[in-house]
């Protein structure tokens, strides 16, 4: 039986008192995408490479752990990195270590930051099954891709994953589900335990997207 899976996402605006993001700074360095092996298409924007530089912005009253870009652009704190290599859980590939250019603190604190690390995530196996989450994809052509659905998502409302496609890591990408890392219960208990800030996981079955809804940007 497969376990609970839930999507690791960014705080509400407000919802954090370690609400934390970055940006990438100057010079940005990308090689190729992620290509799906199947129709070779790609699956991921171009991928940032060494040198590893950015901006944080803070809207809470301290650093979070977790720190977003976007919900599959993801730094972790050195308490984070320091905790996963201790532990049995898998997924996490590499820790790109950051160089903090700038810091914009919305609101006041003292203190600087954590060591920050950029993760690589897994490519599991897990694929999405479209029907089950009740996907849309805009202008798909037919037939579609089987294993990356030629990446593009504009909205589902749930995350079902096609039966025995999980590939047992407990932090991953998904197929057919591009800019969402999902993780295990595991995953989740372990930042619980450990009093991680600034992340927030959604049960996978409540997961849900929509390009066109536009009420949750920071204003």
Same mark, same amino acid.
């Given at each position: 039986?497969?376990?609970?899976?839930?999507? +690791? @996402?960014?705080?509400?605006?407000?919802?954090?008192?370690?609400?934390?993001?970055?940006?990438?700074?100057?010079?940005?360095? =990308?090689?190729?995408?992620?290509?799906?092996?199947?129709?070779? *298409?790609?699956?991921?924007?171009?991928?940032?490479?060494?040198?590893?530089? #950015?901006? +944080?912005?803070?809207?809470?009253? %301290?650093?979070?752990?977790?720190?977003? +870009?976007?919900?599959?652009?993801?730094?972790?704190?050195? =308490?984070?990195?320091?905790?996963?290599?201790?532990?049995?859980?898998?997924?996490?590939?590499? $820790?790109?270590?950051?160089? @903090?250019?700038?810091?914009?603190?919305?609101?006041? $604190?003292?203190?600087?930051?954590? %060591?920050?690390?950029?993760?690589?995530?897994?490519?599991?196996? #897990?694929?999405?099954?479209?029907?089950?989450?009740?996907?849309?994809? &805009?202008? @798909?052509?037919?037939?579609?891709?089987?294993?990356?659905?030629? #990446?593009?998502?504009?909205? $589902?409302?749930?995350?079902?994953?096609?039966?025995?496609?999980?590939? *047992?890591?407990?932090?991953?990408?998904?197929?057919?589900?591009?800019? %969402?890392?999902?993780?295990?219960? =595991?995953? &989740?208990?372990?930042?619980?335990?450990?009093?991680?800030?600034?992340? @927030?996981?959604?049960?996978?079955?409540?997961?849900?997207?929509? %390009?066109?809804?536009?009420?949750?940007?920071?204003?």
């Amino acid at each position: 039986m497969e376990p609970q899976f839930y999507a +690791l @996402i960014h705080p509400d605006p407000g919802q954090s008192l370690f609400d934390t993001e970055f940006d990438e700074e100057e010079p940005i360095n =990308r090689t190729g995408a992620l290509k799906c092996p199947s129709c070779h *298409g790609a699956v991921t924007s171009r991928i940032w490479v060494s040198p590893f530089i #950015a901006k +944080l912005t803070t809207w809470g009253r %301290a650093f979070g752990d977790f720190a977003f +870009l976007s919900d599959e652009d993801v730094l972790v704190s050195s =308490r984070v990195r320091t905790a996963f290599e201790e532990s049995d859980l898998v997924g996490i590939t590499e $820790f790109c270590p950051i160089e @903090i250019k700038r810091i914009v603190r919305r609101k006041r $604190f003292q203190g600087p930051p954590p %060591a920050y690390h950029y993760l690589r995530i897994a490519q599991s196996g #897990a694929n999405i099954d479209d029907a089950a989450s009740e996907t849309y994809r &805009k202008g @798909i052509k037919k037939p579609m891709c089987p294993q990356c659905h030629e #990446a593009g998502i504009d909205r $589902f409302k749930r995350v079902i994953l096609q039966p025995n496609t999980w590939t *047992g890591e407990d932090i991953f990408a998904v197929w057919g589900l591009p800019s %969402a890392i999902m993780v295990t219960e =595991r995953f &989740k208990i372990f930042c619980e335990q450990n009093a991680f800030t600034n992340a @927030i996981f959604v049960p996978a079955e409540e997961y849900s997207y929509d %390009a066109w809804d536009f009420s949750d940007l920071r204003m």
